[in-house]
């Protein structure tokens, strides 16, 4: 037989009740900053996935372009590769952008996070740990980048 009373009511005081709800609530509000610095990781991801589009466009015009002009099948070749130029610095640009927004916004959760936890509304005992988009994304960048030098001095990393 059970001692739990009728419509399983606790045995526990009321302030263990508002102790346990409080502690509930500070664990929802902490998930709930990992779950937004996961969507931000998502809309970096987003920018990206339309940055590296441009920019692998952008090369690839450029270099078809110039390899038809170099084998005298165009006789020019200037306004596509102008074309391909800019869409690698159209893509660099987003990048740049969303690199500096998801920062931004990084740095404001944190800064937030630690304002509920010096207020104890939150525990704040995990480390927001590096995020592996953001280095990608400087990573694209950095690539991107040795794209347009190449396109725009004309070096070849290759040969």
């Known amino acids: 037989m059970s001692t739990e009373p ?5 045995n526990a005081a009321p302030a263990d009740a508002e102790s346990n709800s409080t ?9 709930s900053f990992q779950r937004t610095r996961m969507s931000a990781d998502r809309t970096l991801m987003s920018v990206i996935r339309t940055s590296l589009s441009l920019i692998g466009f952008g090369f690839t015009i450029y270099q078809m372009f110039q390899r038809l002009f170099d084998a005298g099948i165009l006789r020019s070749a200037v306004s596509a590769r102008r074309f391909g130029e800019t869409l690698v610095v159209l893509g ?3 990048l740049v952008l969303g690199i500096g927004y998801h ?4 740095l404001e959760l944190r800064r ?3 304002l509920l936890k010096a207020d104890g509304l939150i525990h704040a005992e995990t480390r927001f740990p590096a995020s592996l988009v953001l280095i990608t994304a400087l990573l694209l960048l950095g690539s991107g980048l040795v794209a347009i030098y ?3 001095f004309d070096v070849d990393f290759l040969s």
């Not at 920062?103 to 990084?106: G, R, S």
């Open 23 to 31: 502690e509930l609530s500070a664990r929802r509000t902490g998930m």
């Open 92 to 94: 660099i640009v987003m």
């Open 112 to 114: 937030h996070r630690e």
């Open 103 to 106: 920062v931004a916004f990084m």
């Open 150 to 152: 190449s396109m725009v």
């Open 6 to 10: 009728a419509g399983g009511a606790s």
